[in-house]
């Protein structure tokens, strides 16, 4: 079955860029039906959407990140990645990489996570 | 501070029946022809348990049933059992902002 796994480094200084990768397995990155995204949670609080990519490369960003956030997809290796600049503290969250469902109407489903990884942003 | 509120927290005995509330408004719940429900155990990432304002995934028990009236939705347990404590999320869309969707703010269920 769909499976995502999220992998980066646990630790990023302040200021600096947080790099994740999430790797696809059991499917294809590249149906049309689906895009992929990004969710952050905050230890102990709510989830946040930071955006989305198609496997075309098209993405939507959440407002309050757009200034720092890049996705992009690699088709060949079946991985899609996201960059947040300018870190600090309050971007220390658990992230998820996730699977939307886009061939209806919005909002699009969520049908598949990650596990989650835990970004600490310390010096 | 979600644009779509749920209560911080209900409860409810073991084969009680709950109802959790998801608020929004014109720009959002009201303009959005769909509202779905996340279910977070603890320590587990976020599962898909109502798509479409009242469909159940495969696998989903049929105590979780959900529904949408204008500018609010709702999502009902009944039967609880303990395996069901956890915090729920419903999203939505809004038109003001670009992306995929919003998020409620999430709801603690207690099984007591």
């Known amino acids: 079955q769909l499976q995502l796994q999220e992998s980066g480094p646990g630790l990023v200084k302040p200021s600096e860029t947080l790099s994740l990768i999430c790797t696809v397995s059991g499917g294809s990155i590249t149906s049309s039906s689906y895009s992929w995204g990004w969710i952050r949670q905050p230890p102990g609080k709510g989830l946040e959407w930071i955006g989305s990519i198609s496997y075309t490369g098209s993405a939507s960003y959440n407002p309050s990140l757009r200034s720092r956030v890049t996705m992009s997809v690699d088709t060949s290796k079946n991985q899609f990645s996201l960059n947040l600049g300018s870190v600090a503290a309050a971007d220390t969250s658990v992230y998820y990489c996730a699977r939307l469902y886009i061939a209806g109407l919005p909002p699009y489903m969520i049908d598949h996570w990650g596990q989650g990884t835990l970004a600490t942003v310390t010096s | ?112």
């Open chain 2, 1 to 112: 501070q979600s644009v779509l509120t749920q209560p911080p927290s209900v409860s409810g005995a073991p084969g009680q029946r709950v109802t959790i509330s998801c608020t929004g408004g014109n720009s959002n719940i009201g303009a959005s022809s769909y509202v779905h429900w996340y279910q977070q155990l603890p320590g587990r990432a976020p599962k898909l348990l109502i798509y479409g304002n009242n469909n159940r995934p495969s696998g989903v028990p049929d105590r979780f049933s959900g529904s949408k009236s204008g500018t609010s939705a709702s999502l009902a347990i009944t039967g609880l059992q303990t395996e069901d404590e956890a915090t729920y999320y419903c999203q939505s869309y809004d038109t003001s902002l670009s992306g995929p969707g919003v998020f409620g703010g999430g709801t603690r269920l207690t099984v007591l």
